[in-house]
Protein backbone atom coordinates (compact mmCIF):
# COMPACT_ATOMS: atom_id res chain seq x y z
CA UNK A 1 0.00 0.00 0.00
CA UNK A 2 1.23 3.31 -1.14
CA UNK A 3 2.78 5.39 1.62
CA UNK A 4 4.14 9.07 1.79
CA UNK A 5 7.82 9.16 2.99
CA UNK A 6 9.26 12.18 5.20
CA UNK A 7 12.41 13.81 4.20
CA UNK A 8 14.23 12.34 6.89
CA UNK A 9 13.63 8.91 6.23
CA UNK A 10 14.18 9.47 2.36
CA UNK A 11 17.48 10.87 3.43
CA UNK A 12 18.14 7.80 5.43
CA UNK A 13 17.65 5.35 2.37
CA UNK A 14 19.24 7.68 -0.04
CA UNK A 15 22.81 7.33 2.84
CA UNK A 16 22.41 3.59 2.86
CA UNK A 17 22.41 3.31 -0.74
CA UNK A 18 24.75 5.73 -1.76
CA UNK A 19 27.12 4.09 1.29
CA UNK A 20 27.06 0.59 -0.11
CA UNK A 21 27.37 0.92 -3.66
CA UNK A 22 30.84 2.97 -2.41
CA UNK A 23 32.16 0.80 0.27
CA UNK A 24 32.17 3.28 2.84
CA UNK A 25 34.98 5.16 0.56
CA UNK A 26 33.09 8.70 0.49
CA UNK A 27 31.49 10.72 3.85
CA UNK A 28 27.79 11.11 3.78
CA UNK A 29 27.89 13.15 7.16
CA UNK A 30 25.71 16.67 6.88
CA UNK A 31 27.93 19.31 5.72
CA UNK A 32 29.99 17.31 2.53
CA UNK A 33 29.34 17.76 -0.74
CA UNK A 34 27.49 13.96 -1.09
CA UNK A 35 25.85 14.61 2.50
CA UNK A 36 24.13 18.22 1.35
CA UNK A 37 23.21 16.84 -2.34
CA UNK A 38 21.63 13.88 -0.58
CA UNK A 39 19.87 16.09 1.63
CA UNK A 40 18.55 18.59 -1.04
CA UNK A 41 17.05 15.75 -3.11
CA UNK A 42 15.60 14.02 -0.19
CA UNK A 43 13.15 17.43 0.07
CA UNK A 44 12.04 17.65 -4.08
CA UNK A 45 11.35 13.30 -3.54
CA UNK A 46 9.45 14.19 -0.33
CA UNK A 47 7.61 17.34 -2.17
CA UNK A 48 6.78 14.41 -5.19
CA UNK A 49 5.67 11.63 -2.30
CA UNK A 50 3.32 14.39 -1.41
CA UNK A 51 1.85 14.79 -4.69
CA UNK A 52 1.61 10.95 -4.79
CA UNK A 53 -0.33 11.42 -1.59
CA UNK A 54 -2.73 13.30 -2.72
CA UNK A 55 -3.82 11.73 -6.24
CA UNK A 56 -4.56 8.27 -3.95
CA UNK A 57 -6.83 10.70 -2.32
CA UNK A 58 -8.54 12.40 -5.38
CA UNK A 59 -8.89 8.86 -6.46
CA UNK A 60 -11.42 8.22 -3.85
CA UNK A 61 -14.90 9.57 -3.52
CA UNK A 62 -15.21 9.88 0.13
CA UNK A 63 -11.21 11.38 0.73
CA UNK A 64 -11.70 13.64 -2.83
CA UNK A 65 -12.46 17.36 -3.96
CA UNK A 66 -13.24 20.08 -6.20
CA UNK A 67 -12.93 19.34 -9.57
CA UNK A 68 -11.63 15.41 -8.68
CA UNK A 69 -14.65 14.99 -6.94
CA UNK A 70 -16.94 16.20 -9.79
CA UNK A 71 -15.23 14.10 -12.20
CA UNK A 72 -15.58 11.21 -10.13
CA UNK A 73 -19.04 11.48 -9.58
CA UNK A 74 -19.71 12.12 -13.18
CA UNK A 75 -18.39 8.49 -13.77
CA UNK A 76 -22.17 7.77 -12.09
CA UNK A 77 -24.15 10.42 -13.97
CA UNK A 78 -24.13 12.36 -11.02
CA UNK A 79 -23.46 16.00 -12.06
CA UNK A 80 -22.28 18.58 -9.65
CA UNK A 81 -25.49 20.95 -9.66
CA UNK A 82 -24.26 24.54 -10.55
CA UNK A 83 -25.04 27.95 -8.69
CA UNK A 84 -28.58 29.84 -9.47
CA UNK A 85 -29.42 33.41 -10.32
CA UNK A 86 -31.36 34.99 -8.01
CA UNK A 87 -34.97 36.08 -9.22
CA UNK A 88 -37.79 39.08 -8.41
CA UNK A 89 -40.07 41.84 -9.43
CA UNK A 90 -38.83 45.44 -9.25
CA UNK A 91 -40.75 48.69 -9.28
CA UNK A 92 -39.82 51.07 -11.95
CA UNK A 93 -40.84 54.96 -11.83
CA UNK A 94 -40.58 57.05 -15.29
CA UNK A 95 -41.38 57.28 -18.49
CA UNK A 96 -39.06 55.82 -21.01
CA UNK A 97 -38.12 52.11 -21.94
CA UNK A 98 -36.43 49.96 -19.90
CA UNK A 99 -34.24 47.67 -22.18
CA UNK A 100 -33.70 43.85 -21.36
CA UNK A 101 -30.08 43.74 -19.78
CA UNK A 102 -30.52 47.55 -18.08
CA UNK A 103 -29.08 47.06 -15.00
CA UNK A 104 -30.58 47.72 -11.11
CA UNK A 105 -28.38 47.11 -7.87
CA UNK A 106 -28.41 47.54 -4.48
CA UNK A 107 -26.59 50.08 -2.40
CA UNK A 108 -23.86 47.22 -1.54
CA UNK A 109 -23.62 46.74 -5.17
CA UNK A 110 -25.28 43.40 -5.68
CA UNK A 111 -26.35 43.55 -9.58
CA UNK A 112 -29.84 42.72 -10.96
CA UNK A 113 -30.65 42.78 -14.74
CA UNK A 114 -34.34 42.75 -16.39
CA UNK A 115 -35.15 39.82 -18.26
CA UNK A 116 -37.48 41.33 -20.78
CA UNK A 117 -37.34 45.16 -22.55
CA UNK A 118 -40.63 47.13 -21.00
CA UNK A 119 -41.83 50.64 -22.33
CA UNK A 120 -42.84 52.51 -18.91
CA UNK A 121 -45.15 55.07 -18.28
CA UNK A 122 -45.71 55.86 -14.82
CA UNK A 123 -44.34 52.62 -12.88
CA UNK A 124 -44.15 48.91 -13.82
CA UNK A 125 -42.85 45.48 -12.67
CA UNK A 126 -40.49 44.84 -14.26
CA UNK A 127 -39.06 40.71 -14.22
CA UNK A 128 -35.09 40.55 -13.32
CA UNK A 129 -32.48 38.04 -12.39
CA UNK A 130 -29.41 38.68 -10.56
CA UNK A 131 -26.20 39.51 -13.07
CA UNK A 132 -24.43 36.76 -10.36
CA UNK A 133 -25.51 33.36 -9.58
CA UNK A 134 -25.59 32.40 -6.06
CA UNK A 135 -27.09 32.97 -2.52
CA UNK A 136 -25.70 36.37 -2.20
CA UNK A 137 -28.17 37.33 -4.66
CA UNK A 138 -31.34 36.74 -2.32
CA UNK A 139 -31.43 40.38 -0.98
CA UNK A 140 -33.97 41.21 1.23
CA UNK A 141 -37.28 43.89 0.19
CA UNK A 142 -36.74 47.51 -0.44
CA UNK A 143 -33.00 46.82 -1.18
CA UNK A 144 -32.70 47.13 -4.86
CA UNK A 145 -32.93 50.95 -5.26
CA UNK A 146 -29.84 51.94 -7.61
CA UNK A 147 -29.86 52.77 -11.24
CA UNK A 148 -26.23 52.46 -11.95
CA UNK A 149 -26.37 53.26 -15.42
CA UNK A 150 -28.85 56.06 -16.57
CA UNK A 151 -32.09 55.01 -18.63
CA UNK A 152 -33.84 58.09 -19.84
CA UNK A 153 -36.69 58.64 -18.26
CA UNK A 154 -35.97 56.22 -15.35
CA UNK A 155 -36.21 57.77 -12.37
CA UNK A 156 -35.94 55.36 -9.65
CA UNK A 157 -36.37 51.82 -8.50
CA UNK A 158 -37.53 49.36 -5.59
CA UNK A 159 -38.20 46.23 -4.98
CA UNK A 160 -41.11 45.42 -2.97
CA UNK A 161 -40.58 41.67 -2.16
CA UNK A 162 -37.54 40.32 -1.43
CA UNK A 163 -35.36 38.08 -4.08
CA UNK A 164 -34.84 34.36 -4.20
CA UNK A 165 -34.23 31.38 -5.30
CA UNK A 166 -30.64 32.34 -5.67
CA UNK A 167 -28.46 29.15 -4.81
CA UNK A 168 -24.64 28.71 -4.34
CA UNK A 169 -22.85 25.87 -6.05
CA UNK A 170 -23.41 22.50 -4.98
CA UNK A 171 -20.65 21.60 -2.15
CA UNK A 172 -18.28 18.85 -1.99
CA UNK A 173 -20.11 17.11 1.13
CA UNK A 174 -24.04 17.40 -1.02
CA UNK A 175 -22.01 15.86 -4.19
CA UNK A 176 -20.11 13.19 -2.30
CA UNK A 177 -23.95 12.70 -0.24
CA UNK A 178 -25.84 12.50 -3.61
CA UNK A 179 -23.19 10.29 -4.98
CA UNK A 180 -23.27 7.80 -1.61
CA UNK A 181 -26.80 7.61 -2.26
CA UNK A 182 -26.28 6.28 -5.57
CA UNK A 183 -24.23 3.42 -5.40
CA UNK A 184 -25.25 2.22 -1.90
CA UNK A 185 -29.25 1.94 -2.34
CA UNK A 186 -31.14 -0.39 -4.59
CA UNK A 187 -32.24 2.49 -7.09
CA UNK A 188 -34.57 1.21 -9.86
CA UNK A 189 -37.91 1.12 -11.56
CA UNK A 190 -39.05 4.73 -10.25
CA UNK A 191 -38.50 3.02 -6.77
CA UNK A 192 -38.08 5.84 -3.76
CA UNK A 193 -34.53 5.90 -4.03
CA UNK A 194 -34.97 6.63 -7.30
CA UNK A 195 -37.36 9.77 -6.87
CA UNK A 196 -35.33 10.75 -4.24
CA UNK A 197 -32.01 10.65 -6.27
CA UNK A 198 -34.19 12.70 -9.58
CA UNK A 199 -35.02 15.11 -6.66
CA UNK A 200 -31.98 16.02 -5.38
CA UNK A 201 -30.01 16.52 -8.75
CA UNK A 202 -32.16 19.80 -8.92
CA UNK A 203 -30.00 22.59 -8.66
CA UNK A 204 -31.85 24.40 -5.24
CA UNK A 205 -32.97 21.35 -3.40
CA UNK A 206 -31.59 20.91 -0.16
CA UNK A 207 -33.29 17.45 0.64
CA UNK A 208 -36.65 15.53 0.36
CA UNK A 209 -39.24 12.97 1.41
CA UNK A 210 -40.79 10.66 -1.23
CA UNK A 211 -43.80 9.24 0.36
CA UNK A 212 -45.19 6.11 -2.02
CA UNK A 213 -48.96 5.64 -2.41
CA UNK A 214 -50.02 8.55 -0.89
CA UNK A 215 -53.11 8.89 -2.33
CA UNK A 216 -53.90 5.58 -3.46
CA UNK A 217 -52.02 2.94 -6.48
CA UNK A 218 -49.29 5.22 -8.92
CA UNK A 219 -49.32 8.07 -6.37
CA UNK A 220 -46.18 9.63 -5.32
CA UNK A 221 -45.83 12.57 -2.79
CA UNK A 222 -42.39 14.28 -2.90
CA UNK A 223 -41.90 16.85 -0.12
CA UNK A 224 -38.73 19.27 -0.47
CA UNK A 225 -36.93 21.88 1.01
CA UNK A 226 -34.31 24.45 -0.08
CA UNK A 227 -30.95 24.26 0.18
CA UNK A 228 -31.07 26.60 3.25
CA UNK A 229 -33.40 23.93 5.39
CA UNK A 230 -36.02 26.27 4.69
CA UNK A 231 -39.31 25.85 3.12
CA UNK A 232 -39.56 25.80 -1.21
CA UNK A 233 -40.63 28.65 -3.45
CA UNK A 234 -43.18 27.79 -5.88
CA UNK A 235 -41.05 28.22 -8.24
CA UNK A 236 -38.34 25.80 -7.17
CA UNK A 237 -41.57 22.99 -6.74
CA UNK A 238 -42.47 23.68 -10.04
CA UNK A 239 -39.04 22.84 -11.21
CA UNK A 240 -39.09 19.61 -9.20
CA UNK A 241 -42.28 18.96 -10.73
CA UNK A 242 -41.27 19.53 -14.24
CA UNK A 243 -38.23 17.58 -14.04
CA UNK A 244 -40.14 14.75 -12.56
CA UNK A 245 -42.86 14.77 -15.17
CA UNK A 246 -39.56 13.75 -17.67
CA UNK A 247 -38.17 11.36 -15.62
CA UNK A 248 -41.06 9.61 -13.95
CA UNK A 249 -42.21 6.12 -15.05
CA UNK A 250 -45.21 6.02 -17.22
CA UNK A 251 -48.86 6.20 -15.57
CA UNK A 252 -47.69 7.42 -11.84
CA UNK A 253 -48.97 10.31 -10.51
CA UNK A 254 -46.26 12.58 -8.77
CA UNK A 255 -47.17 15.42 -6.35
CA UNK A 256 -44.76 17.90 -5.50
CA UNK A 257 -45.11 19.93 -2.16
CA UNK A 258 -43.04 21.62 0.53
CA UNK A 259 -43.75 20.88 4.39
CA UNK A 260 -45.37 23.15 6.49
CA UNK A 261 -43.55 25.15 10.03
CA UNK A 262 -44.07 22.90 13.27
CA UNK A 263 -43.94 25.89 16.17
CA UNK A 264 -42.19 25.07 19.02
CA UNK A 265 -42.47 26.39 22.59
CA UNK A 266 -38.78 26.66 25.09
CA UNK A 267 -39.25 27.53 28.62
CA UNK A 268 -37.04 27.31 31.75
CA UNK A 269 -35.43 29.22 34.10
CA UNK A 270 -31.79 29.85 33.85
CA UNK A 271 -29.24 31.00 35.56
CA UNK A 272 -27.65 33.73 33.71
CA UNK A 273 -24.04 34.63 33.41
CA UNK A 274 -23.33 38.34 34.80
CA UNK A 275 -21.95 39.43 31.40
CA UNK A 276 -24.77 38.36 29.18
CA UNK A 277 -27.54 39.26 31.17
CA UNK A 278 -28.33 42.18 28.24
CA UNK A 279 -27.88 39.25 25.47
CA UNK A 280 -28.65 35.69 26.46
CA UNK A 281 -32.52 35.34 25.40
CA UNK A 282 -30.65 35.90 22.10
CA UNK A 283 -28.60 33.85 22.22
CA UNK A 284 -30.16 31.49 23.58
CA UNK A 285 -33.27 31.61 20.84
CA UNK A 286 -30.78 31.53 17.90
CA UNK A 287 -28.83 28.30 18.77
CA UNK A 288 -32.31 26.78 19.77
CA UNK A 289 -33.33 27.47 16.34
CA UNK A 290 -29.97 26.44 14.59
CA UNK A 291 -30.96 23.14 16.29
CA UNK A 292 -34.30 23.05 15.12
CA UNK A 293 -32.70 24.05 11.61
CA UNK A 294 -30.58 21.29 11.32
CA UNK A 295 -32.39 17.63 12.98
CA UNK A 296 -35.83 19.43 11.46
CA UNK A 297 -36.26 17.20 8.38
CA UNK A 298 -35.86 13.84 7.94
CA UNK A 299 -35.54 12.00 4.60
CA UNK A 300 -37.28 8.91 5.95
CA UNK A 301 -40.72 9.83 6.31
CA UNK A 302 -41.83 5.93 7.56
CA UNK A 303 -40.16 5.83 10.49
CA UNK A 304 -40.69 9.85 11.22
CA UNK A 305 -37.54 9.32 13.36
CA UNK A 306 -36.87 12.56 13.54
CA UNK A 307 -37.34 14.11 16.92
CA UNK A 308 -36.71 17.38 19.09
CA UNK A 309 -34.78 16.13 22.01
CA UNK A 310 -35.52 18.29 25.20
CA UNK A 311 -32.26 16.65 26.72
CA UNK A 312 -30.78 18.33 23.50
CA UNK A 313 -32.00 21.43 24.02
CA UNK A 314 -30.77 21.40 27.39
CA UNK A 315 -27.50 21.27 26.28
CA UNK A 316 -27.23 23.74 23.22
CA UNK A 317 -28.41 26.20 26.04
CA UNK A 318 -25.79 25.37 28.18
CA UNK A 319 -22.92 25.26 25.78
CA UNK A 320 -23.93 29.12 24.33
CA UNK A 321 -22.07 30.15 28.37
CA UNK A 322 -24.43 32.90 28.35
CA UNK A 323 -26.45 30.49 31.41
CA UNK A 324 -24.73 28.63 33.97
CA UNK A 325 -27.70 25.88 34.91
CA UNK A 326 -31.32 25.77 34.16
CA UNK A 327 -34.26 24.08 35.31
CA UNK A 328 -37.99 23.41 34.43
CA UNK A 329 -37.16 22.79 30.81
CA UNK A 330 -40.46 22.29 28.87
CA UNK A 331 -41.02 21.87 25.08
CA UNK A 332 -44.78 22.96 23.80
CA UNK A 333 -45.60 23.34 27.83
CA UNK A 334 -44.50 19.45 28.35
CA UNK A 335 -41.33 17.75 29.86
CA UNK A 336 -40.54 15.37 26.99
CA UNK A 337 -38.77 15.37 23.92
CA UNK A 338 -41.48 16.43 20.51
CA UNK A 339 -41.62 13.82 16.72
CA UNK A 340 -41.72 15.78 13.77
CA UNK A 341 -44.10 14.58 11.82
CA UNK A 342 -43.48 14.19 7.79
CA UNK A 343 -44.23 17.30 5.57
CA UNK A 344 -43.22 19.42 8.87
CA UNK A 345 -40.00 21.63 9.69
CA UNK A 346 -39.92 23.00 13.17
CA UNK A 347 -39.32 26.44 14.01
CA UNK A 348 -38.69 28.12 17.69
CA UNK A 349 -41.96 30.23 17.88
CA UNK A 350 -41.65 31.34 21.31
CA UNK A 351 -38.58 31.39 24.32
CA UNK A 352 -40.27 32.15 27.58
CA UNK A 353 -37.46 31.79 30.35
CA UNK A 354 -36.84 33.51 33.66
CA UNK A 355 -34.07 34.29 35.82
CA UNK A 356 -33.09 32.19 38.59
CA UNK A 357 -31.36 33.87 41.59
Same mark, same amino acid.
Given at each position: ??????????????????????????????????????????????????????????????????????????????????????? %??? /? $??????????? &?? =? @????? *????????????????????????????????????????????????????????????????????????????????????????????????????????? %??? /? $??????????? &?? =? @????? *???????????????????????????????????????????????????????????????????????????????????????????????????????????????????????
Amino acid at each position: MFEAKTQESIQSELKTIYEKELNGQVSTIEGTFIGDNLAANAVEFEKSYAEMSLIVDAAFAQTSWGQYLTMRAAEFGIDRKEAVKAK %GIV /T $VTGTGVVNSGA &IF =S @TDGGI *QFQAVNTTTINGTADINVEAVEAGEKGNVAAGTVVKIPVTITGISSVTNEKAMSDGYDAETDASLLSRLLLHVRNPITSGNANHYREWTLSVAGVGNCQVIPLWN %GNG /T $VKVSIIDENKD &IA =S @TNLIN *QVAAYLDTVKPIGATVTVSTPTYLDVTVSARVRVVTAYKDTYKEVLKKAINDYLIDEGFSSDYITASSIISIAKIGQIMLATGVISDYDELKLNGDIQYITIAAEKLPRLSTLEVTELE
